[in-house]
């Protein structure tokens, strides 16, 4: 259980903006300062008189040291708290450090106003000299916020994000949610803190069971869960309700009952098939996702939609349920093809385009030669390979040789591109709003999926779909002509298909789309782009 640590100069808002985050998170706060208090039954300014500040410092070590075994907290730390390398090595072993960055004047500014109990003798002249002597301190910090501008509640919202924690309390269930590295070893862990019982199902798929299965019942096994294994073929095909009831026998062989769970460790596939098993077996287990693709990660694993197609089209069937944890765990993106990370990052442009037009800037970590290039680098892959054990293999070595995309950098991208999944899903849980957006490419996407028989992957279809997507906002005259050129640039950039498969158009997938799920009065209801950071819930008679 890792703790998330604020940390920065005095003045930078670490109590405010932990006690916001933790609320966010439902985690319980820790002000290491009051631990100390607590603990010594002195005031701060007492140690400093009566011992100095090595005194201090060293409760204020063991302060840190003793977080070790306590459950995840939000923990405020002082201003110097990790000058000792010991300090920050206890920090960096025991969780994850953000560093609050702020100017000098504004420090000043929240000093004078509100003044804390640390000592700071000398005025705003002793905390310039302060703010000099530790900048190169602070900037080592890799994960940082400026907190100089914005509302608190802003403030904690972007520590969520760079922490790649996220609590989503508006579905059927609350939801935990994690984007990082090396996650997967702490799923026992996670599970047994969520009480989600003493028995599950794991549910792979041929690609994934080889390289996870035996981490994943391992790390349940551990944690005291009786784990039992089924694996289901690999690809949208397998998306049916044939699937689905070879999930339900899966359970019944394993005795699930409704104090039970479920883990799905795959991509979006497994996710929703594992997912709507779930909620439907015994009118609702619990379950967990173990995502492994970047497409999942980014989107599809989070939010709770959940079902399997019909030859006719898909997603038809489904429910709303959510999973109680999910685990985006970088390191497994080692696995993957160049494809498939492409067809990730389709995902991400698109919650660029609805929310953060800034995520596109991160796209320079997959630059590479052409559209066969694999997009993860040397460096990456022996990092992830020696992370993940032997597992992996030369072979998926050999796979990741061009860029050297590091695994930090990719956590960094992941998170980002999935905060604006979860906060669709906060305001809009049931899709009835502001979560329709995320459908953008979507409409189009599906019905090439099916017209192609599923050659053209899920990603490579919503690139494409956001592009004619944008063609129709400027029909309907809801964007300028020049609109889509941008919208296929950087879906280009990034080596996506960007235009409709040959022998096909609009007018040809129109029959495809009218039996689309998006309806609203039996009109397809289209998320069109019309400039960045504009998607439209449209109502469109086709």
């Known amino acids: 259980m890792r703790h998330l640590f604020l940390y920065g100069p005095p003045g930078s808002g670490k109590s405010t903006i932990g006690r916001l985050l933790a609320a966010r998170l439902g985690l319980p706060f820790t002000d290491l300062d009051a631990v100390i208090v607590e603990t010594d039954g002195r005031s701060i300014p007492q140690i400093f008189a009566e011992e100095g500040e090595p005194g201090f410092r060293a409760r204020e070590k063991q302060a840190l040291a003793d977080m070790g075994a306590r459950t995840r907290h939000v923990v405020a730390l002082g201003g ?32 004078d106003n509100a003044p804390g109990s640390r000592p700071l003798a000398g005025g705003h002249a002793a905390l310039e000299k302060l703010m000099a002597n530790r900048a190169a301190h602070y900037a080592s910090f890799p994960r940082r916020l400026d907190v100089t501008s914005g509302t608190p509640e802003a403030l904690a919202e972007a520590a969520e994000t760079l922490f790649g924690a996220w609590r ?13 590295c090396n996650l997967i070893a702490g799923l026992g862990e996670e599970v047994a803190s969520l009480g989600l019982g003493k028995r599950a199902v794991v549910v792979c798929d041929s690609n994934t069971d080889p390289l996870y299965g035996d981490r994943v019942e391992a790390s349940l096994r551990a944690a005291g869960v009786e784990a039992f294994r089924t694996v289901i073929a690999v690809g949208e095909s397998t998306k049916t309700l044939a699937t689905v009831q070879a999930i339900w026998g899966a359970f019944l062989r394993a005795g699930l009952a409704r104090d039970d769970f479920a883990v799905a460790v795959g991509g979006g596939v497994v996710g929703d098939l594992t997912g709507f098993a779930a909620a439907t077996w015994m009118r609702g287990i619990r379950w967990v996702n173990v995502s492994t693709t970047l497409l999942s990660m980014v989107d599809a694993s989070t939010g709770g939609k959940t079902g399997c197609d019909l030859p006719e089209a898909k997603n038809l069937i489904g429910a709303f349920h959510s999973p109680s944890l999910v685990l985006a765990d970088v390191d497994t993106l080692a696995s993957l093809p160049a494809r498939e990370v492409r067809c990730g990052l389709a995902e991400a442009i698109k919650h660029a385009f609805i929310a953060d037009p800034g995520l ?70 049931l899709e009835k709003n502001i979560r329709g957006k995320l459908n953008l490419g979507h409409t189009v996407g599906h019905a090439v999926e099916i017209v192609s028989d599923f050659k053209i992957q899920h990603g490579e279809a919503v690139a494409i779909g956001t592009v004619e997507e944008a063609r129709l906002a400027v029909r309907l005259g809801l964007a300028s002509t020049d609109w889509p050129d941008q919208v296929a640039a950087p879906f280009a950039r990034v080596g996506l298909p960007t235009v409709l498969p040959e ?9 495809v789309m009218k039996r689309d799920k998006k309806k609203k009065g039996g009109v397809v209801r289209f998320a069109l782009p019309c400039a960045p950071g504009d998607v439209r819930l449209t109502p469109v008679d086709l």
Request: charged share 25%.
């Open 503 to 511: 022998g096909c158009t609009f007018e040809s997938l129109v029959p």
């Open 80 to 111: 110097g708290a990790l000058l000792n390398p010991e300090c920050r090595a206890l920090a960096e072993a025991n969780g994850e450090v953000l560093c609050l960055a702020c100017t000098l004047e504004t420090l000043c500014h929240r000093i």
């Open 360 to 429: 596109l800037e991160s796209l320079s970590i997959f630059e590479c030669r052409d559209k066969h290039a694999p997009l993860l680098g040397e460096a990456a892959s022996r990092r992830f390979c020696d992370k993940s054990g032997p597992s992996l293999g030369e072979a998926a070595s050999r796979r990741f040789t061009s860029t050297g995309v590091s695994p930090v950098d990719l956590a960094a991208f992941v998170a980002r591109a999935l905060a604006v999944k979860v906060h669709c899903v906060r305001e809009d849980p």
């Open 168 to 180: 989503i309390d508006s579905g059927d269930v609350p939801s935990l949610v994690f984007a990082g």
